[in-house]
C-alpha cells in the first residue's frame, strides 16, 4: 500500500502534475501516516502477545494431550482396553482413570469430542463389594437410576454412559476410557 502512494507521488512529479512545495508536504503527511500506522500496529501486536499468553498459559496448566475441561485435565481414548489395561495406561501418562469433580461437566465434554456413549472411569468395588468410591477416596453420587446393580455379580468398574450416568460394569469389557492429569 505505501509502495502505491509512493509510485503515485512519484508519478505526478515527473509527469509535472505537482509543484515541489505540494510533493514536500504530501511526502511529510505520507510519514506522518507511517508512523502512526506503526504505532497502531505495535500496539495491535502487544494485545495479540496478550492475549496469546493468557491462552497458552491456561492450556499450560494441562499436559499434552490432556485438555483443561472445568479446571480438570482430561484426556479421552481412541483405543479401548479393560480397565485395568485402561488404568494402567492412564498412569503412564501421569494420570490416572478419571474422577471428575463434575460427572456431568465430564459427560457434556465426552460427548462433544466423541460420539462413543461408555467410557471407563476410576471407581470400582473390587475391593471390598458394594463400596464403591472414586479412586481419589470420594464417595460416588451421581449413579444411574438402579445403579450400581452389580449384573449377575460381575459387575465392579464403573463407567460413563448415555442410559446411566454412571454405571458398574464388568471390568474385563473392552471401551474407551478417560484419563484425569494428577501430575
Known sequence: MMTLVIQTVVMLVLSGGMARGDVQTDVE??????????????QQSQVIQTLLNKFLDQESDCPYPY???????????????????????????????????????????????????????????????GVWQWLDGRPITDWGRGQPDNANGEEHCIHLGNKYVLNDNECTKLRRFVCEYVG
Request: with cysteine; proline share 1%; aromatic share 12%.
Open 29 to 42: 503527511n505520507l510519514r506522518s501516516a507511517v508512523v502512526v500506522n506503526q504505532l497502531i500496529m505495535q
Open 67 to 129: 485438555k483443561m475441561v472445568m479446571g480438570e485435565c482430561f484426556y479421552v481414548s481412541e483405543v479401548e482396553r479393560v480397565w485395568e489395561e485402561a488404568r494402567t495406561f492412564c498412569q503412564g501418562m501421569r494420570g490416572d482413570l478419571a474422577s471428575p469433580n463434575s460427572v456431568y461437566v465430564l459427560l457434556a465434554y465426552v460427548h462433544d469430542v466423541s460420539d462413543e456413549y461408555a467410557f471407563w472411569l476410576g471407581a470400582t468395588d473390587q475391593q471390598a463389594e
